[in-house]
């Protein structure tokens, strides 16, 4: 089945820092999400890209749609104490039954005040 | 509104007992999921209900899982019996469009020993 490749695996890094990540697919999406997860809750969604190529901003995070279509990244400015998580791609092909996540492994984020 | 919910919040229960999950979608979202992850590794697609129909079951990983969703709103998944690689975070989503603005639950940390 379709697989992602999410790196890097874990990062730690000083508050203020640039952070960046990425995920890759041998197959093509027309659909990249990110999600955060935090301790005891569920993935919620941070970005959303629909068109290859398109670069979307949310604050202080940035996601572009590669254009293969087969990866994105993820870039987080000026890092700060609360950005701390689990970072997740999920690339997905809606239309006809479609419409299921597939996810990377996720990049555990911690960082140093 | 009020977001996905999920009872269970942690299970622990022994090798061979069954276990029921449940699953309360937002009001009104038609398109009910469930996902899993297993330590270490990527959030899984399991299932994925349209009202009360199974859409995708591609992901369920044997017979010993069964998903319903009566009525078409509230969702269960019971593991029976439960084995130990069944251990892990199992998480529900609710969307109102098929494929798009998914919103997962908590989830429910099932440990199996």
């Known amino acids: 089945g379709q697989q992602l490749n999410q790196s890097p695996q874990s990062m730690f890094i000083q508050e203020g820092e640039d952070v960046s990540m990425n995920c890759t697919s041998s197959?093509?999406?027309?659909?990249w999400l990110w999600y955060k997860q935090e301790p005891g809750e569920g993935p919620v969604l941070l970005i959303a890209?629909?068109?290859?190529?398109e670069l979307t901003s949310n604050g202080r995070l940035t996601a572009q749609f590669g254009i293969t279509r087969k990866d994105s990244f993820l870039n987080i400015s000026a890092s700060i104490p609360s950005d701390v998580g689990i970072y997740f791609c999920?690339?997905?092909?809606?239309?006809?039954?479609?419409?299921?996540?597939?996810f990377g492994k996720g990049t555990k984020l911690s960082v140093k005040p | 509104e009020a977001g996905v919910t999920q009872f269970p919040s942690h299970s622990v229960i022994e090798k061979g007992q069954t276990v029921t999950l449940r699953c309360d979608p937002i009001?009104?979202?038609?398109?009910l999921y469930w996902y899993r992850r297993v330590m270490g590794k990527e959030i899984k697609f399991l299932l994925h209900?349209?009202?009360?129909?199974?859409?995708?079951e591609s992901g369920m990983p044997n017979n010993r899982f069964l998903a319903e969703r009566t009525g078409g709103t509230y969702s269960t998944l019971k593991v029976q019996p439960a084995e130990l690689e069944d251990s892990g975070v199992y998480f529900c989503?609710?969307?109102?469009?098929?494929?798009?603005?998914?919103?997962f639950g908590s989830g429910t940390r099932l440990t199996v020993v």
């Open positions: 999920a690339g997905m092909n809606y239309g006809g039954s479609q419409g299921n996540l597939i």
């Open positions: 209900f349209v009202k009360e129909s199974k859409q995708d």
């Open positions: 009001s009104g979202h038609d398109n």
């Open positions: 989503a609710s969307s109102q469009r098929q494929g798009f603005g998914y919103t």
């Open positions: 197959s093509i999406f027309n659909t």
């Open positions: 890209l629909y068109k290859a190529g």
